[in-house]
């Protein structure tokens, strides 16, 4: 790139590269590029690394997609020139669904950084701290409100479909951090008796759990309701703050699979075979349990013939 080309078309004059703009023109350029784009801009050459490597700019794309991490707590460890790099590097793509090998030491601390979009427009950022060193996180089922019960009206009717939610998860002691949404919803379920409309953003991760993001929308009155986040097991099963706990730190620490469109439909499916697997077992179950009973039964039948076979004889 540093090499000067003539030109004939150019009248003999020595062709402008790109090495020729200043470096503040190239810088804002840059900063108009998505994350992966920077990213790979930054392995082109050691020039590009420095520009691509500038703190300001990952801050300002992790803050578009976003909003809330500028209200994120951190450790002062934490709080370094990469953060912001290291963060969209960790929550972005999705989670891997191969648990890791060694278990990993469990977040005292969880911070949710919580954005909700509809049509394009944010109309909810959140940032919710969760103590999760007490007994009772860790003994109950795993759940984080980002909106409990009060609600809020959107400028718009709400259309669940059409919703994005971003959730990432950020331990602030080691700066590590999770996606833990489909961004998209992966499934929309309305309640008729209710008039509400759950939609879902689950991220099935390793180990048979998975990461349930929903969005409770009320329909009577066009506004939402819930925003929360658990953790189930592959029976459907709530898994506990320890156990959730362990999950979230082995995601954490695994490496990361795809971005873009094509990991959004890759989680999709994910979700699909998650789903399926779930209700084969439920029917096995079923059988299963449907066995017994007409075990139980017969066992019970014999007995009162036999019962009664012994009172015709006496």
């Known amino acids: 790139m540093t090499d000067r080309e ?36 930054g392995c082109a050459s050691s020039g590009f690394h420095g520009l691509a490597a500038d ?12 909003p809330s991490v500028a209200s994120v707590p951190l450790e002062p460890a934490c709080c370094r020139g990469g953060f912001h790099r290291a963060l969209f590097a960790d929550a972005f793509p999705f989670p ?8 990993p030491a469990l977040p005292s601390r969880l911070v949710s950084a919580v954005d909700l979009h ?29 909106l409990l019960q009060e609600g809020f009206t959107a400028p718009s009717q709400i259309a669940p479909a059409e919703l994005a939610l971003s959730w990432v998860l950020l331990d602030p002691a080691s700066g590590r951090a999770v996606n833990a949404s489909s961004r998209r919803p992966v499934s929309v379920d309305r309640s008729w008796l209710t008039g509400e409309t759950v939609a879902r953003f689950t991220v099935v991760l390793g180990g048979g759990v998975a990461l349930d993001a929903a969005v409770t929308c009320d329909d009577r ?22 156990d959730g706990l362990a999950a979230l730190a082995a995601a954490m620490a695994a490496p990361r699979r795809g971005r873009g469109a094509e990991a959004e439909a890759r989680a999709a499916r994910r ?8 209700s084969a077992r439920k029917e096995w179950k079923a059988r299963r349990e449907g066995l017994v009973d007409l075990c139980c039964s017969g066992v019970g039948a014999a007995a009162f013939v ?7 004889c006496r």
Do not use: N
């Open 306 to 312: 036999g019962f009664l076979v012994m009172l015709t």
């Open 221 to 242: 009155y066009g506004h939402v309701r819930e925003v929360s986040l658990c953790v189930e097991d592959a029976d459907g099963g709530g898994v506990s703050g320890r």
């Open 6 to 41: 003539f030109s004939p078309a150019c009248g003999g004059q020595a062709e402008t590269v790109i090495d020729d703009l200043p470096l503040d023109v190239l810088s804002l350029v840059l900063r108009r590029l998505d994350g992966a784009s920077l990213a790979a801009l």
């Open 55 to 66: 703190a300001d700019t990952w801050r300002g794309l992790c803050l578009a997609l976003w």
């Open 96 to 103: 891997a669904t191969t648990p890791t090998p060694a278990a």
């Open 271 to 278: 979700y699909a075979e998650f789903v399926k697997g779930k």
């Open 118 to 146: 509809h049509r394009g427009v944010c109309i909810m950022s959140r940032v919710v701290d969760t103590d999760a060193s007490t007994p009772w996180f860790l003994g109950s089922p795993f759940r984080v409100d980002a």
